[in-house]
């Protein structure tokens, strides 16, 4: 017994600590999903980007060939109903006072157009001359409501 109280006996040895990398499998899983998400939300906004500017450039091309100030304001005109019949089917109908709420006169139901430019929407196709600043001013304020009505689903 002499012997072994002479031995100097250890604790238990711990194993080292796993090394950080490379990480488990569910790490590798978790990051491949983060990046799919990732890419898939940058397509969707590259997407609605690419869309914003072609309705853009449809809306800008057709002001472009209207070669007077009443040609411009019936493209207008045109574009709106077009895009206003995507948001609701029985826009395409409205005429007058009925077109003009829906257009964007107070109490309308869609952000739209201030009352001067939709007055001149309402009845500056049928004029004989329209000025040229009063159609510019409507080309510039139905361009932003053409593009929101566009883009809503």
């Known amino acids: 017994m002499t012997q072994a109280a002479s ?11 796993p090394a950080w990398w490379p990480p488990a499998p569910g790490w590798w899983l978790l990051a491949l999903a983060l990046l799919a998400v990732a890419l898939a939300l ?10 914003r500017r072609r309705l853009g450039a ?8 209207a070669a007077t100030p ?3 304001v019936a493209a207008v005109s045109e574009l709106l109903r077009r895009a206003a019949r995507r948001r609701d089917p029985r826009a395409a109908t409205l005429d007058g006072e ?10 309308g139901r869609l952000p739209g157009l201030p ?9 500056g196709a049928y004029r004989r001359d329209v000025a040229a600043a009063d159609a510019a001013a409507l080309c510039e304020a139905a361009r932003p409501v053409f593009l929101a ?4 689903r």
Not at 8 to 13: M, P, S, Y
Not at 58 to 65: E, K, R
């Open 7 to 17: 031995l100097v006996l250890r604790d238990i040895h711990q194993p080292p600590a």
């Open 42 to 51: 940058l397509a969707w906004r590259w997407r609605a980007r690419a869309r």
């Open 149 to 152: 009505w566009s883009l809503q």
């Open 58 to 65: 449809l809306y800008d091309d057709a002001v472009a060939a």
């Open 98 to 107: 009925d077109w003009l709420r829906f257009a964007g006169a107070p109490g």
């Open 70 to 72: 009443a040609a411009q």
């Open 115 to 123: 009352a001067a430019a939709a007055g001149l929407l309402r009845d």
